[in-house]
């Protein structure tokens, strides 16, 4: 009798897991690099990191090596040796990398990870190469990624849809620079004491600061300028800060919630990266189960009005007072290192961090499937 052929495994995918960057994010972008890189299951995946560094330059890196890092814990090591570039002409759904050394070396990736937070990342414009190069990626696209990273416009649609935000004022330089004055009454006038001052495109709470009092304002507006070219004016409330990770392309789906508890004013960079005893998390957040069900719901609501896919990871507001929760952030690239809120919540629902990144592959490939069965001619 013939002997039953083995079943051929199907092939590995090539993962391109996507850091650094031009942001003042760089560092945690290294860090949950590291963690995505050393979960992703070799089984299935072939790893390629893709290190891109502070002035732009991409470097390939076909074993990524993961280091210690005094701060960030383990981080991806940007090891920058054969400056690579990206080709996004050879349209078969596939993102090409060539050395500019070495003409004969490419390398192929069949769907891209990034874990590029902040400005040049999350905001849209990475996403646009890729949707040029015509590969399947992890995460918003770009309406969502552009919509989200902007406070402002993400407020305005919520507030549209219908979702609770708080409220607040937006100024740009020019504005600002043209009459200070003008600025600080109308802040003092349609909003309420303490503010918090936060540029418009940065994540991981860069560039913000909470003023007490009317003579604390113009400089934290100065230093929130050091960041972007417009700065938001918000409303400070007394409140517990609560997280849902959502995950899902048309049927999204709503995690437990989670609570923050930050041992600092508030949850600023230094608290969330840089502080070991920064902050506190509990999973699930202790809510009634009737406010944890709304705050579910009011995240997939604002996922859905910003065009978001993938992954977000939605933060509200809740006020100690009141009772009542405001939507505050939809994060589209949230951090991902293995003690980061979204896989936490995940895992707490029963999803491990490994298995969450196969749904995040699996939803990239979905997406790119519909995307390419759209007609352009």
Request: contains cysteine; hydrophobic residues 40%; aromatic residues 8%.
């Amino acid at each position: 009798m013939k002997k039953a052929k083995k079943a051929l495994k199907p092939p590995r995918l090539t993962v391109g897991v996507l850091y650094g960057g031009r942001s003042g994010e760089h560092d945690v972008s290294t860090c949950s690099a590291a963690s995505v890189a050393a979960a992703l299951d070799k089984t299935k995946y072939k790893v390629v990191a893709v290190g891109i560094d502070r002035d732009g330059r991409w470097y390939v890196q076909p074993k990524p090596e993961i280091i210690p890092h005094k701060d960030f814990g383990k981080v991806l090591a940007l090891k920058k040796t054969g400056l690579w570039l990206v080709n996004q002409f050879e349209c078969n759904n596939r993102l090409y990398l060539y050395n500019l050394e070495d003409k004969n070396r490419r390398v192929a990736i069949d769907v891209v990870f990034p874990v590029l937070h902040g400005t040049y990342g999350e905001d849209g414009t990475m996403q646009g190469l890729l949707e040029l190069a015509m590969v399947a990626y992890v995460g918003a696209d770009v309406t969502g990624s552009a919509v989200g990273m902007d406070k402002d416009i993400a407020k305005r649609l919520l507030k549209q849809a219908g979702v609770p935000v708080v409220p607040w004022i937006t100024l740009s330089r020019h504005a600002w620079q043209k009459n200070p004055k003008k600025i600080i009454s109308a802040a003092i006038k349609e909003l309420k004491l303490p503010f918090f001052v936060k540029p418009v495109c940065t994540g991981s709470s860069v560039g913000v600061q909470k003023v007490k009092t009317k003579n604390e304002l113009a400089r934290a507006v100065e230093y929130a300028f050091e960041f972007d070219s417009r700065v938001m004016i918000e409303t400070g409330i007394d409140c517990r800060e609560i997280e849902c990770s959502v995950l899902g392309n048309d049927e999204p789906l709503a995690s437990v919630t989670g609570e923050i508890t930050p041992t600092h004013e508030f949850y600023s960079y230094e608290a969330k990266y840089l502080d070991p005893e920064g902050a506190k998390m509990n999973i699930p957040a202790k809510i009634p189960a009737r406010l944890a069900a709304a705050i579910r719901k009011c995240a997939i609501a604002g996922y859905r009005a910003l065009n978001c896919s993938s992954m977000a990871r939605v933060d509200f507001f809740l006020d100690k007072k009141t009772g009542e929760f405001y939507l505050n952030e939809v994060n589209t690239l949230p951090g991902f290192t293995g003690i980061s809120m979204y896989p936490k919540l995940w895992a707490a629902g029963g999803l491990p961090y490994t298995e969450l990144l196969d749904r995040l592959i699996e939803l990239a490939l979905d997406r790119h499937r519909v995307k390419k069965a759209v007609r352009t001619d």
